[in-house]
């Protein structure tokens, strides 16, 4: 079994920063890109960034120039820094990613529990 928990969330002033932590954890082979989506009430999930594991990535353009996503290999570990946070980022966001459990297992589809990001104006 392998499992995503996501930290870091809070409630936080307009231009203010957060910082989101993503950990795989359990049996793993090997993990591809991984990416932080986020949801408001309503709407449909939204991919916010994306990083390949050789260290690619990728921005929404609402959040391009605010946010920077970076991994950890080693620790399985992914990290989104929000910088100038504004109300409209606010949402609960998911970490996401596709794991090889074993070598010659197809990947498998794991999403984190989600954390609540709320910016008061």
């Known amino acids: 079994q392998a499992q995503l928990v996501e930290s870091g969330g809070g409630l936080v002033q307009s231009g203010g920063s957060l910082r989101l932590t993503c950990t795989a954890s359990g049996t793993i082979y090997k993990i591809n890109s991984m990416a932080w989506y986020r949801q408001t009430p309503g709407k449909q999930r939204e991919l916010v960034a994306r990083?390949?594991?050789?260290?690619?990535?990728n921005y929404a353009e609402s959040v391009t120039g605010r946010f920077t996503i970076s991994r950890d290999s080693g620790k399985k570990t992914m990290y989104l820094q929000m910088n100038n946070l504004q109300p409209e980022d606010t949402a609960v966001y998911y970490c996401?990613?596709?794991?090889?459990?074993?070598?010659?297992?197809?990947?498998?589809?794991?999403w984190g529990q989600g954390t609540q990001v709320t910016v008061s104006a």
């Open positions: 996401h990613t596709n794991i090889w459990r074993q070598p010659f297992d197809r990947p498998l589809d794991y």
């Open positions: 990083i390949t594991s050789e260290g690619n990535t």
